[in-house]
Every structure is written in C-alpha cells, then in structure tokens.
C-alpha cells in the first residue's frame, strides 16, 4: 500500500541538542510539507519542497532545517534555536502543480523537551 | 496574510445535522480543502470546492462563495465515529493554511 511514513511516533529531546524526524513517502509525489500543530491552533507550516533538490521555508522555519536529496525521503531537523519545539509534527505529500490535488499526511511524530 | 476562522467546539446528538463554518480572508484562492482529524492521527482528506456551490459526498457536503469567503462543511446522519476535528485550509500557490479546527462532539 502506497503512503507517508514518518518516524519516530514519539521522540524526546534534551537541551541544546539537534533531533532529526524521518519523512518517507512512496506515493511518487513531487510535493512534500512539513507541518507543526500545537493544541488549539491549525496546522503551521514549516518548510516546504516541490521537487527534489530545492525547497522554500515556510511561516514558522526558524529553528527548523530540511534536506531533498530523494524524491522519497524528506527530513525536518529540529535545531537547538528552536526553543520550544514540543509540538505535534505532520509530514505531508501532494502531486505538485495541480491545485485540486488534497495533501496525504503521515501519522506524525510526538516531539517533547526532557 | 491569511485569517482562517472556524468555531472551536461543536456539539451534536447522533443522527443529527451538524454545519460548520469556515470564513477567509487569503491573499489569493486556488480553492478550499476540508479534513478530518481524530485525536493523535493525521487528517484525512474529505472535500475540495474551487467554483461556488455545493459538493455532495455521501453523508458529507461542502459549499463555497468566493465573493463572501466563506464556506460550510455538513455533516448528516450524525454517527459517533464523526466526533473528530475539522480543519478548513485554504490554497495560495503552493501552500495551504489552515484554520485551528472545529472540534465536534457527537452525543448518543
């Protein structure tokens, strides 16, 4: 079955260290979203990629990276900078250039401060 | 910039008519999603309106009016399995933004 897989579900970070979350997806989508949900607001966007080898931030990438090397694979690393990243992230892909096509999401990943 | 506004609670009894509205003030529209969102999982997709009018799926509809920026998702034949979150995100280019969701609560 094609999908979005995103690891770990849940991960915890100490102060001052780097954590990279895991995007795969194997739906042969171009497009592909990071997203942060906090309780009580909507999704906010944090970077994202329409082909490989290229992306855009987005309205919250400060203290947040990203790589697309693979069409398949898109990595979110939370950074140090980022000083309150305990939040629900939610990666997603969508065929690109196609505005009626919805965004599939991943089952997301749980990321606390310890 | 863009504002996304939705009620935050909802609450309905089962078998019941539930209408959420959405209204919108984007810098540009390439058309109006609606998902669904049950508590620790990822939103699924349940509708898409570009053109105004009404689209019908099933137990689910959703209607836009560009010139007013707003929309509704209906939700009829209310079941348990409905009480969920419901996002309203709108298209600018390549991007969506979302609203902060309207929880529904269905009652027996």
């Known amino acids: 079955d094609g999908g979005i897989t995103q690891s770990p579900k849940y991960l915890f970070r100490k102060e001052g260290q780097n954590v990279t979350l895991s995007c795969e997806q194997n739906l042969n989508h171009d497009a592909m979203y990071w997203y942060r949900q906090d309780p009580g607001q909507g999704l906010r966007l944090i970077y994202y990629s329409q082909i490989v080898n290229d992306f855009q931030k987005g309205d919250i990438a400060e203290g947040y990276s990203v790589s697309r090397e693979k069409k398949e694979s898109f990595p979110l690393t939370v950074t140090s900078a980022q000083k309150n990243p305990t939040a629900f992230y939610l990666c997603?892909?969508?065929?690109?250039?196609?505005?009626?096509?919805?965004?599939?999401f991943g089952d997301g990943t749980r990321l606390s401060i310890l | 910039g863009q504002n996304i506004d939705q009620p935050t609670e909802m609450t309905a009894t089962e078998g019941a008519i539930v209408q959420i509205n959405c209204t919108y003030q984007?810098?540009?529209?390439?058309?109006l999603f609606w998902y669904q969102q049950h508590a620790g999982e990822a939103p699924t997709f349940l509708s898409y309106n570009v053109l105004d009018g009404l689209e019908e799926k099933g137990r689910f509809s959703s209607f836009l009016s560009r010139s007013k920026g707003y929309s509704y998702l209906l939700l009829k034949e209310l079941q348990m399995k409905d009480s969920a979150s419901y996002l309203c995100a709108v298209r600018d280019d390549y991007k969506l933004s979302f609203g902060a969701g309207t929880t529904v609560t269905v009652r027996a």
């Open positions: 997603a892909s969508s065929i690109a250039g196609f505005s009626n096509q919805p965004q599939h």
């Open positions: 984007t810098s540009g529209f390439n058309g």
